[in-house]
């Protein structure tokens, strides 16, 4: 390991719990605007409420919008774009309606990764001919936009339907859930970068769990981990290997537990997530081992009847969530816990309607200069004449690059 590397990770393992820079506060990077009137629809050129960002390796970031139309209780469409970290915006990619309607390149894009090729991989919720989602490519510079398989063009939806998050494998091809599939209950799908090739991998029983399986999680040990409700699965790609284990969420007062989130590897190479208390709600955080053994539920940290999203562990060693609608306003909150016990460690900023920031924080990443970017999906300040449908935020923390 070079000397700098070595330094910085034993720099963020000795900060722990430390402080971090007083008081940060978010920053509009870039803020989404539309314009329209709400009763006969609003258009929103480059996009509107962002769900989704990631830093490439150019240094760049990229993200996806979940619609480019508002005013309806479905909004449509969508963008892929790219910023600078000086805030410079391009838009990369609009989903049409096309002739009919019926968003034949796909409709509200969810998620987006850089492959192995350099190019950005990402699926849509919907759209589609069959309607049931597309997994897509496109050139980190907007052009060779590809669709890479429609959802739903088997027989009862054999194929998945409705793409969960996307996954870069150690061997370089790109990985994926679904719902749907030959038993109703979900796929692992395989996606070749070098031919664009669409192959089911895996089909999930009903064994452990009637829900539709997480996004996948790369492994310490480069295989995939995942969640099919309460239980806890492993696919080894080399091999083709599945294996399934129902955890022990326990009752609490008579109520059960179950798990809000996808999964995170922790700093001691554990698989952690979020959990809630069916209906009380809350959050809390659970542990469990690669082979399912030593699981954990950590107390709650807040009783907020709020959405929490993914654990984002930090370089300083600390679980960073950003949480959709939780916090004293209600429109979401940055929070830090600890992974040793799950505790709150601090709520390091609270979002407002009146913010620039916006609020609704839908996803936060940390870039490789140790600053947090994030999406908010709605709000932000807009000139008079239009409204803010979202924003992109940057964080300064004072935590160590990556």
């Not at 820079?21 to 996009?47: I, M, W």
């Not at 083709?240 to 284990?245: I, L, N």
């Amino acid at each position: 390991m070079k000397r700098s590397a070595w330094f910085a990770v034993l720099f963020g393992l000795l900060v722990g719990s430390a402080a971090h820079a007083s008081n940060p506060q978010p920053v509009p990077v870039y803020t989404f605007t539309c314009k329209g009137n709400t009763t006969l629809g609003v258009r929103c050129p480059d996009g509107g409420r962002p769900v989704w960002i990631i830093q490439g390796s150019d240094g760049n970031f990229y993200g996806a919008a979940w619609d480019s139309q508002e005013g309806s209780s479905e909004p449509q469409g969508g963008t892929i774009f790219s910023l600078t970290p000086s805030g410079t915006f391009t838009l990369l990619h609009g989903f049409s309606p096309g002739s009919n309607n019926s968003y034949p390149g796909g409709d509200n894009p969810a998620d987006l990764i850089e492959g192995s090729d350099g190019k950005l991989y990402g699926s849509t919720a919907g759209g589609g001919r069959p309607n049931g989602g597309v997994s897509f490519r496109i050139s980190k510079d907007g052009s060779d936009f590809e669709i890479l398989h429609e959802f739903c063009s088997s027989a009862n939806c054999a194929d998945g339907a409705g793409p969960g998050n996307l996954v870069s494998g150690e061997d370089g091809n790109v990985y994926g859930t679904s719902a749907g599939g030959a038993n109703g209950y979900g796929t692992i799908f395989r996606i070749i970068p070098s031919t664009g090739a669409y192959k089911v991998l895996f089909n999930f029983s009903a064994t452990f769990s009637l829900n539709f399986p997480t996004g996948p999680t790369l492994g310490p040990d480069g295989t995939l981990y995942g969640l099919q409700g309460e239980a806890l699965f492993h696919f080894d790609p080399s091999t083709g290997d599945f294996q399934e284990a129902l955890l022990p969420f326990p009752l609490e007062n008579e109520l059960p537990s179950v798990p809000t989130s996808g999964l995170t590897v922790g700093p001691d190479g554990n698989l952690y997530g979020l959990y809630t208390i069916y209906p009380q709600l809350g959050s809390g955080v659970f542990e469990v081992g690669l082979d399912g053994s030593s699981f954990q539920l950590f107390a709650q940290y807040t009783a907020d009847r709020g959405t929490a999203g993914s654990l984002l562990l930090a370089t300083d060693g600390n679980f960073w969530v950003a949480e959709y609608n939780n916090g004293t306003t209600g429109y979401g909150d940055i929070v830090m816990l600890s992974p040793s016990s799950g505790a709150l460690l601090e709520t390091v900023t609270t979002f407002t309607a009146t913010d620039a920031a916006g609020a609704f924080p839908a996803a936060m990443i940390q870039a490789k200069n140790g600053t947090f970017w994030g999406a908010t999906q709605g709000y932000g300040k807009a000139s008079k004449g239009s409204f803010a449908d979202g924003v992109i935020f940057s964080l300064n923390a004072g935590l160590p690059p990556q």
